[in-house]
């Protein structure tokens, strides 16, 4: 699976979009790219995932850029329970490859 | 649905004592997955099982690990003996795999391990 680069953390304000952004120069045709969280003492959660068109749902939107080589997830109104570890993950759909987590971005939001 | 049961929640034992983690999958998922997760190295997979058959396995770190699932709805994950490196929080996922959408992994809260 390729991989990817991430910011160690960042800061964001109560109410504002969080722009959380990814790299994934080496991503191959047949890789989706997917979102999960950590929230402290919690196991890891699902959060969105796409191929090469934007993804929206109720928790973020997914923005992939057209040579597919960044991404950018969106929290449109962080609250302080987003306060969280973000992972963004590389991997190709199905099969028997599975999901391999790097560092993360250590999201905080500040009121 | 309850999501994905790991129990107990904390466990704290001595060095050389066996440990049972146990857990429990969302009805219908056909995939399990164990991770650890530590400070230093992040979260770890250490093996997984499809249709109640260990698929990979390489994960582990030594022979004092061991994964079981008897049967669709239960696995455990041994360690005999323990040692204070074995400290961790260790978390199991299950998915269902369908072939036409790419469920995502649900993970379970974990079982924060401490050998003293």
């Known amino acids: 699976d390729a991989k990817t680069t991430q910011p160690p953390s960042m800061d964001c304000a109560e109410g504002r979009a969080a722009n959380l952004p990814c790299n994934h120069s080496?991503?191959?045709?047949?890789?989706?790219v997917y979102w999960y969280r950590q929230i402290h003492s919690q196991g890891p959660q699902y959060i969105i995932h796409?191929?090469?068109n934007n993804e929206t749902n109720e928790m973020a939107s997914l923005i992939i850029t057209e040579d597919r080589k960044s991404s950018t997830l969106i929290l449109p109104h962080a609250t302080l329970r987003d306060t969280a570890v973000y992972y963004c993950?590389?991997?190709?759909?199905?099969?028997?490859?599975?999901?391999?987590f790097g560092k993360g971005t250590r999201l905080s939001v500040i009121a | 649905d309850a999501g994905v049961i790991q129990s107990p929640r904390h466990e704290v034992t001595e060095m050389g004592q066996e440990v049972t983690l146990r857990c429990k999958p969302i009805s219908g998922h056909d995939y399990l997955f164990w991770y650890r997760q530590t400070m230093m190295r992040g979260l770890e997979l250490l093996i997984y099982?499809?249709?109640?058959?260990?698929?990979?396995d390489s994960g582990m770190p030594e022979d004092r690990f061991s994964a079981k699932m008897p049967n669709a709805s239960f696995s455990t994950l041994k360690i005999q003996p323990s040692e204070p490196r074995d400290s961790a929080v260790y978390f199991c996922?299950?998915?269902?795999?369908?072939?036409?959408?790419?469920?995502?992994?649900?993970f379970g809260n974990g079982t924060r391990l401490t050998v003293t």
């Open positions: 080496t991503i191959s045709g047949n890789e989706y």
């Open positions: 996922a299950s998915t269902d795999r369908d072939r036409l959408h790419n469920s995502p992994l649900h």
């Open positions: 796409g191929l090469k």
């Open positions: 099982f499809n249709n109640n058959v260990p698929i990979d």
């Open positions: 993950i590389v991997r190709v759909y199905g099969g028997n490859t599975t999901l391999v």
